[in-house]
């Protein structure tokens, strides 16, 4: 049903930083639903189809924290790549670590972006608006399938 | 036989006589002499074989002994006639003795070898010593000389030595695991910072944010001032997790020191202010072109930033803040000197403002976070160069920075 294959994969474990990226995505206007998940293994359960996500809809975009419960947003992302329906899924790194060993790791492991978490919110509504026009606008998407 | 006749023969006979005599005379005091030559040169030689400050031997192809000197019966312990009745064999044990063997084997060609081996004295213990041998010959046969130095002490010396040095690897590769570890520790530590103190701060600017816009019409001016007042104060400590990071990061990271061009990393800096200049009004001299200095790239863009940014920041209100950089090269070093038109330091400040948190104006006024010379004090202390400062109240600063250039 790829009609309604629109929404937004946001794994974040800071229920703070999620209320605000929703809030930022609102002020953008963006129409596509967000989907949260807070943990590591609860993302790859999700993508995989899994109890208790089933029925889900692949997303067309992961935003990705990378310090996260139970796995790692390194871990989620590795698992991705290693899966032949999902590896093109294009998975945007939203985290708050500038290090480079993390920067690294992330586009060695298949990142597609990687984006650092601005302190103001102003910073963070460019940062959506920008991240709207780029990955759900004007990026030609890859065939990814639900099974 | 006539008297004449007899007289003649007897005279004859003696004369005879006398010329045996003669010759044998002559011949034993040749051989006096030759004696007399060989005892002084026998004598000589053996004074020199006895009283060797380094044990001597001498043995037969089949290894019997046929000489030592005293010194060499000393490190033995044997007595003369004991060692008259030795064999090479003896002074040796059996692993050893199969050394001695091949080492005698490359003499067989001629030449000499020295070689280390354990001697074994009378009393069982052993030595290691170093042994020279050679092969001459001895009347129609041929035989094996050695000189032995006892090389105790040495071995001693030198297993200390390995002891020593044993010691101080060891000693060494466990201060590296310690400070790697704490390394890793101050690594953990800064992520830590980096990633979760930051986490409360975005909550705290975003919803007071979100309380600004979302619920103005429920604020008056003081409310919405004490959430403008909550925005503020989490960005500055945002500005200030951001410096000390980098302060720290510039501890504890390996920098890559080559050849940089402060042309190159001027440039950079200019085009990071754009705004700011502009902003500003500020009016920026730069006297190129600059010199190729040994650095690292991107502390070296950092530290120019923070001195480029002070000189625009530290001005009377109202200045257009004014900037020269230049560099001077001797011997060896390069300064490369930032001066401003600003407000200017007093001399009892010089040091203390390149300590970290260090302010001479209060946050209403300039805004900061006290870490920006800290930065340049310790990248330049990481490039193995230095960093000061001239200045006057009111007369403006000029900071310096000074390191290597590249051909040294």
């Given at each position: 049903m790829a009609a309604n294959n629109y929404a937004i994969l946001l794994v974040e474990d800071d229920h703070n930083d999620v209320l605000l990226i929703?809030?930022?995505?609102?002020?953008?206007?963006i129409a596509n639903p967000i989907i949260v998940v807070n943990d590591g293994e609860q993302a790859v359960s999700y993508l995989a189809g899994r109890e208790p996500y089933v029925d889900r809809a692949l997303p067309i975009l992961v935003l990705l924290d990378l310090k996260l419960p139970r796995k790692s947003g390194h871990e989620v992302l590795e698992w991705l790549r290693g899966q032949a329906n999902l590896k093109r899924l294009p998975v945007v790194v939203l985290t708050a670590s500038s290090e480079s060993s993390d920067v690294n790791r992330a586009y060695d492991l298949g990142a597609n972006s990687y984006l650092v978490k601005p302190v103001t919110f102003d910073a963070l509504v460019e940062m959506v608006k920008t991240l709207n026009?780029?990955?759900?606008?004007?990026n030609k998407r890859a065939d990814v399938s639900n099974e | 036989m006539k008297d004449e006749d007899k007289s003649k023969e007897q005279l004859l006979n003696e004369m005879i006589e006398l010329r045996k005599q003669f010759v044998a005379n002559n011949i034993e005091q040749r051989l006096r002499e030759e004696f007399k030559k060989a005892k002084e040169n026998e004598e000589k030689y053996r004074g020199i074989f006895q009283n060797s400050n380094d044990a001597i031997f001498i043995h037969d192809l089949k290894g019997q002994i046929i000489d030592v000197n005293e010194k060499m019966l000393d490190l033995c312990g044997y007595t003369r006639t004991e060692i008259a009745s030795a064999r090479i064999a003896d002074l040796l044990d059996k692993d050893d003795q199969e050394k001695y063997r091949d080492a005698l084997q490359k003499l067989s060609s001629g030449g000499s070898a020295v070689f280390e081996i354990d001697l074994k004295k009378k009393n069982g213990e052993t030595f290691p010593a170093e042994v020279s041998s050679s092969t001459f010959a001895m009347g129609n046969s041929k035989v094996v000389q050695g000189i032995v130095r006892n090389i105790s002490e040495r071995k001693q010396t030198e297993e200390e030595f390995t002891k020593y040095r044993k010691h101080l690897e060891d000693f060494i590769a466990q201060r590296t695991d310690q400070l790697e570890a704490a390394n890793k520790e101050l690594e953990a530590f800064a992520y830590s910072v980096s990633h979760d103190l930051r986490a409360p701060l975005r909550a705290m600017e975003g919803f007071a944010n979100a309380l600004l816009e979302d619920?103005?019409?429920?604020?008056?001016?003081?409310?919405?001032?004490?959430?403008?007042?909550?925005?503020?104060?989490?960005?500055?400590?945002?500005?200030?997790?951001?410096?000390?990071?980098?302060?720290?990061?510039?501890?504890?990271s390996a920098l890559k020191p080559g050849a940089v061009s402060l042309d190159g990393v001027l440039g950079e800096v200019m085009h990071q202010f754009n705004t700011d200049i502009q902003k500003t009004g500020a009016q920026i001299r730069v006297e190129r072109p600059l010199p190729e200095v040994l650095g690292d790239h991107a502390t070296l863009v950092q530290v120019l930033s923070n001195l480029l940014s002070n000189a625009i920041k530290f001005v009377q209100p109202g200045v257009k803040p004014g900037v020269k950089i230049w560099a001077e090269e001797k011997s060896g070093r390069v300064r490369l000197w930032v001066e401003d038109t600003g407000i200017g330091i007093a001399p009892e400040y010089y040091d203390r403002i390149f300590r970290i948190f260090e302010r001479l104006q209060g946050v209403e006024t300039y805004p900061g976070t006290g870490v920006g010379l800290a930065i340049v004090k310790k990248g330049l202390e990481r490039m193995g160069g230095q960093a000061g400062v001239e200045s006057a109240p009111g007369r403006g600063s000029k900071f310096w920075v000074e390191l290597r250039t590249k051909g040294y």
């Open positions: 929703k809030r930022a995505f609102q002020k953008v206007n026009l780029y990955w759900l606008i004007l | 619920y103005a019409e429920h604020l008056d001016a003081i409310g919405k001032d004490y959430a403008r007042r909550v925005v503020s104060a989490a960005q500055h400590m945002d500005t200030l997790i951001q410096d000390l990071l980098a302060y720290s990061r510039l501890s504890r």
